[in-house]
């Protein structure tokens, strides 16, 4: 049973370049959600997807934006990228976007770095 | 005022010994309540639930006090390999699931 996946492991983008990261969410479930880890803290949230549309976003530019496919899977896109966005960039499924307070689980994530 | 504050550490102490971490949240309104642990360069794992009445896992007892807003993680008889970023999590009740999370506490246990 393959747990959520994300791809690329590791990415070298420079200023002003565009991004894509993708990830697969852990069977059975329908629901992804992004976050962003800068160094030394903890994950930030930054937008949700289920049934194919952004259902919840947190305080993140329109720079950053994402795609759910009918399989569930999901794409964040961030446009002109700043220095500032280099991080860890996670995913995380759950079966339901309540998820009933259950714990999401992590992709490993994909190390984002801007020269 | 973070809606998640947690003591960023490091907080080093020597096998066997037991250390506490503690985490406030703001939103009296939060729902759930998880430690996750994070290996360095590591996606973040969960180690527990917190439940009102306690819970324990072992070596790890975690805590919530809902009058306070405090949350907390016990450790008993360190490890080793308990070295990790723990970070505390909290579900807000948004109507979706949305995590948010602490900035962490690290912990480094040495021989």
């Known amino acids: 049973d393959a747990g959520v996946t994300q791809s690329p492991t590791h990415l070298i983008k420079t200023r002003g370049q565009q991004v894509t990261l993708r990830c697969s969410p852990k069977s059975g479930h329908d629901t992804v959600s992004w976050y962003q880890q800068a160094l030394g803290q903890g994950p930030q949230f930054i937008f949700q997807?289920?049934?194919?549309?952004?259902?919840q976003r947190g305080n993140f530019p329109d720079r950053f934006s994402g795609h759910q496919f009918p399989n569930y899977s999901s794409e964040l896109n961030v446009n002109a990228l700043l220095l500032g966005d280099s991080a860890l960039y996670l995913c995380?499924?759950?079966?339901?976007?309540?998820?009933?307070?259950?714990?999401?689980?992590f992709g490993d994530g994909t190390r984002l770095s801007i020269l | 005022r973070k809606e998640v504050e947690q003591d960023p550490g490091p907080f080093n102490v020597p096998e066997g010994a037991t250390v506490a971490f503690n985490c406030t949240y703001s939103?009296?309104?939060?729902?759930?309540f998880f430690w996750y642990r994070q290996d360095c360069r590591k996606e973040p794992k969960l180690l527990m639930s917190?439940?009102?009445s306690g819970n324990e896992d072992g070596r790890f007892t975690a805590q919530l006090n809902r009058a306070s807003q405090y949350i907390s993680l016990l450790i008993r008889d360190s490890k080793l390999s308990d070295s990790a970023t723990y970070l505390c999590?909290?579900?807000?009740?948004?109507?979706?699931?949305?995590?948010?999370f602490g900035t962490g506490t690290r912990l480094l246990v040495s021989p």
């Open positions: 917190v439940y009102s």
């Open positions: 999590v909290v579900i807000m009740n948004t109507g979706f699931q949305k995590l948010v």
């Open positions: 939103n009296s309104a939060s729902q759930s």
């Open positions: 997807y289920y049934e194919e549309e952004e259902r």
């Open positions: 995380a499924s759950s079966s339901s976007p309540t998820g009933g307070n259950q714990p999401q689980h």
